[in-house]
């Protein structure tokens, strides 16, 4: 069979496979969402293409050279009327975009707890989202439940429906958590810690990975990821506190060491101070932490991602003489400093 034949036949076979991508197939609610982005974005930006794609034939063979009665206008040089059309078409589809990137920018904002579960069930608001910690090793995925005591390596269960705060950090190169069927992708770093709010919908078996190079064991670098019932994840914990030894300082040391293609671990237990620690970058004993290095005056508390003022009440966001009073409220007068400037 010759080289063209075969690559006829496997043209097809990669366009099937690809109608089971994860990030098309979503399988919690922040993921939805972001297809869906993906999808308007591809329809507005088509306005355009397949348009001009159909136009190029048309113009083709309308103006072909044996095509005696198309128009022949050598000295056509401007009509208003068409540079409306070319100039309006693509501004119009520039500010939908940037609309759109705007509002999906703060609204799936990673750090901003969810707004619901779903399109057709709201969230509790009494309800406690499950806390897991996340720290990405050379190269495997250590995720810790403080919660409920137990941690697990390249394995990650999750109850469906219920809100899931990822709270993450790196022992010592920048990598990409990434969970395609739950949520987009967001950075782990050494000494530096990132949030993420999501939730799964369905249960099933997923893949999650790390999306950024971080050397020789990147490629092998994945975890699985679980959707259970509340029960079955109650069970999933019962049976991890049975089949592990507690992580320990030591026993983070050992994990800490380059290796590849690490098979799932349980421990029944980790220090309730290890994940601080490894953010903070003082696991080793005698290492001190680098919550009194962030400024002259001692630990800066790092309760995560600022509220910005988007998200706050007029009230809320405070005054200076750079911020414009509200209607009706007298602005405070500028300082004799700034009037003799």
Known sequence: MSIARRLLILLPLAALSACDRAVLDPAGDIALQQRDIIYISTALMLLIIVPVLALIVVFAWRYRENNKDATYDPHFDHSTALELVIWSAPLLIIICLGALTWWSTHLLDPFRPINRISAEKAIDPRAKPLVVQVVSLDWKWLF?????????????????????????????????????????????????????????????????????????????????????????????????????????????????KPSEKVPAMYFSGAEADLFERVYKRCVRPGTPCMSGMHGGHGSVPQTGKPEGALLKKGEEKGGGESLTPPPGVQGKPASHSHQER
């Open 144 to 256: 810790i439940y403080p919660e409920q005591g137990v941690a697990t390596v390249n394995e990650l269960v999750l109850p469906v429906d219920r809100q899931v705060r990822f709270d993450l950090t790196s022992t010592n190169m920048m990598n990409t958590f990434y969970a395609p069927t739950m949520a987009g992708m967001i950075y782990t770093m050494p000494g530096m810690r990132s949030t993420l709010h999501a939730v799964l919908n369905r249960p099933g078996q997923f893949e999650g990975f790390s999306a950024n190079y971080s050397g020789a064991g990147f490629s092998d670098m994945r975890f699985k990821l679980y959707g259970v019932d509340q029960g079955g994840f109650d069970g999933w914990v019962t049976r991890v506190k049975a089949s592990g030894p507690p992580l320990d300082t030591k026993g983070f040391l050992a994990l800490e």
